[in-house]
């Protein structure tokens, strides 16, 4: 049995990862059993379950894990992804550590870093950093080394990686059952007309547009989310609010937001890098572009996070602050809202 080089032709939109051609003494065996031996890192459940996902093709036919290989037979590996996808090469990337121990880090991640490979970043995110700086990481459900949650590309902000096993079963199921505390604070566009609220809906890929999420009524779609906000200061055309989640879902504070017309200052993605609140002014206009010239990105922070320890069971809280590009932003906003508020008392 020989084992060929990885190659990166797609099949169907799916790469093929391994390729293996059955020598003609082999034995009647079970393929899961048979790959097991040959697969680095695998593991006879990982097999099942990448056959139950139709990944495992023999013959370009997939199969189950009880198939018997036999001579001749050509098994491959195929998966949505380029193989180098998951290759995780260390790289010489500062991090601002707010904490470590030898469970856990915690990490201020600055905007605009990955934090792991795909979609086109394969290399120079938060997962390169942390393999070059702390070498063997525990892999998570998803095969990302340390990785117990993450944050968007251009959001900035707190994130706890786990350094064992332990620490990353541990800090995973506090996460899975909503007893970590997360607080965001986001610039948003309009007047958000309560103090607070809770916004609850599904969040799903979005039907036309797969860069996106969107909020589903129907239950039987996408999965739970929610999200507590809370009015910090009214701005004028745009408010500044802190989010709690209550769950992790992908976008969830961006997509919430627009969800209860609100969306977030900048943020591309959504819409918000367009002036959606305020007046045809020429000069507000370019107020607008200057503060998105500061903020070239959505303006939300992962501000505060709390967890158990995994080992001391003692209560960990961890504070940050709003970074310098985001600050700016909202300074300016706090100067234009004074100044409209003194035109409006000079014209009444």
Known sequence: MMQNEEITEPDDDLFEHYRFVVTAGQQPLRIDKFLMHLVPNATRNKIQNAALDGNIYVNDVPVKSNYKVKPGDVVRILLSYPPFENRIDPEDI???????DDALIVINKPA??????????????????????????????????????????????????????????????????????????????????????TIVGNIARHPKDRMQM????????????????KVLERLGYVTLVSCILETGRTHQIRVHMKHIGHT????????????????????????????FKILPRQALHA?????IHPVTK???????????????????????????????????
């Open 94 to 100: 500062p991090l601002d550590i707010v904490y470590e």
């Open 112 to 197: 605009g870093l990955v934090v792991h490979p795909g979609h086109g970043n394969y290399t120079g995110t938060l997962v390169n950093a942390l393999a070059f700086h702390f070498g063997n990481l525990p892999l998570n459900s998803s095969e990302r080394p340390g990785l117990v949650h993450r944050i968007d590309k251009d959001t900035s902000g707190l994130l706890v990686i786990a350094k064992t096993e332990h620490a990353m079963s541990h800090l995973a199921r506090q996460f899975e059952q909503k007893t970590s505390e997360r607080e965001y604070i986001a610039l948003v566009w309009g007047n958000v007309k309560e103090e607070e609220g």
């Open 214 to 229: 969107a909020v589903y009524a129907d239950e039987n779609i996408g999965k739970p989310a929610v999200t507590h906000y």
């Open 264 to 291: 977030l200052f900048n943020d591309a993605r959504y819409g918000g890098d367009v002036i959606l609140k305020g007046t045809t002014f020429t000069k507000y206009k370019q107020f607008v572009e200057n503060c």
């Open 303 to 307: 501000k505060t996070l709390g967890f």
């Open 314 to 348: 003692q209560k960990m809280q961890f504070d940050t602050e709003i970074p310098a590009d985001m600050a700016q932003c909202i300074d300016k906003w706090r100067v234009y809202s004074k100044s409209k508020e003194l035109e409006e008392d000079e014209i009444t």
